[in-house]
């Protein structure tokens, strides 16, 4: 399974591929952040967000995106950029009939590190030992990115193959 973890960010929305299997060695395939100014309106930076996430899509062809799903903040200005920013890569991805898995910041962070309250150094440090990378990914949105793309391999992948069983058995579940 190929995954497109998407951070999103008005300012930095980190992008990371990540291929694998539940059981298997994970793989880094590309990982970077679209980076928009705060000085251009709202609308042209989510233009360039848009089609950065169109040229990943093309380039790296995910079987399923993972997007971080927004949660309230005291900074209301933040909390809609970022809505933003994931509106646009869930309509990305949605235009092409790609499955669309939202996920937590604490479920991320406890997928990978075991610790749902995990710092983003903790985050960064097991995304690097998860990948076996020579280097900690930079800055935080792009190893927020690739720990979004192992979250879902590591659970959406195994919740598809349920949901595939149950619907094999009739919906029943023994």
Do not use: Y
């Not at 995106?65 to 991805?93: K, L, Y």
């Not at 997928?111 to 998860?130: E, H, L, P, Y």
């Not at 900690?136 to 590591?154: E, G, N, Q, S, V």
């Amino acid at each position: 399974m190929r995954v497109l973890g998407i951070d999103p960010g008005l300012t930095r929305c980190g992008m990371g591929v990540v291929e694998g299997d539940v059981g298997r060695p994970l793989k880094l395939i590309d990982v970077n952040v679209i980076r928009t100014s705060s000085h251009l309106p709202v609308p042209e930076r989510l233009v360039s967000i848009e089609q950065g996430i169109e040229a990943w899509l093309d380039e790296h062809r995910p079987d399923a995106v993972a997007v971080e799903r927004v949660f309230a903040r005291a900074d209301v200005s933040t909390v809609m950029g970022t809505a933003q920013a994931s509106g646009i890569a869930m309509v990305c991805a949605a235009r092409r009939g790609l499955p669309i898995a939202l996920h937590t910041p604490t479920e991320v962070k406890a997928a990978v590190s075991g610790n749902g309250r995990a710092d983003k150094a903790q985050v960064g440090a097991m995304v690097t030992r998860i990948l076996r990378l020579d280097a900690m990914p930079k800055p935080a949105d792009a190893a927020d990115a690739l720990a979004l793309a192992i979250t879902h391999i590591w659970r959406g992948g195994a919740q598809a193959r349920i949901d595939a069983a149950v619907a094999a058995a009739g919906g029943v579940c023994r």
